[in-house]
């Protein structure tokens, strides 16, 4: 059986299943990139719930893990060379599940190069960016009352939706007739932006027609479905 005593996240977080990928997360729009790719792909794995309302990522153990303190990471007891692996960030996390499943990211080289592109896409500007304007509008950042940074957020969270608005033109997924880690990535973000965060109007996605019926197809998909629910959040 697969030894993980020695890491110090799986002693906060005790692994049922050893052998498997361990998951350490909670279903925020960063976190269920990792678990729906996870549902999708059927690579055997555990999750922990690593409650972020009560600062767990800022425990020794998860620092072990990941130094910058997010979720979601994961400890794969099978990595490269079947040496165990831990890493963090979701993007890099896609990339490598993709990697190791062969699944979800093209083949063919110049494909490849361009789906890994729509995720930079998605962390360097979508997730800052509508986390920013979730802030301002719907958390404390609400009780501001100067509105230019709000404002600032939704001026360039509307910009990014219609790039991806004009991406989808003819195409149902963001690589066309292929579903990928693109979409993956973005799913969680766009459906958390008109629903939890409840920004819809402050950018005008009623004006929309790709985005929303390319996120109806995404969560249409049963392993959608499951991800966005992992792990649990806390009773």
Known sequence: MTDLSSFPVAR??????????????????????????????GLPYEAHTVNIG????????FLSLNPNGKIPAILDPDGPGGRPLALFESGAILLYLAEKTGRFLPADPAARYETIQWVMWQMGGVGPMFGQLGFFHKFAGAAYEDKRPRDRYAKESARLLRVLEARLE??????GADYTI?????LGWVRGFVGFYGAGDLVAYDELTNVPAW????????AVQRGLEIPARPA
């Open 12 to 41: 906060r977080w005790p692994a049922q299943h050893p052998d498997r990928l361990q998951l350490y997360s909670f279903p925020t729009p960063n976190g269920v990139k990792v678990s729906i790719l996870l549902e999708e792909t």
């Open 54 to 61: 009560k600062d767990e990522t800022w425990t020794p153990e």
């Open 170 to 175: 003819g195409r149902d997924w963001i690589m």
């Open 182 to 186: 693109a979409d993956i990535a973005l």
């Open 215 to 222: 996120l109806a197809r995404g969560l249409a998909r049963p």
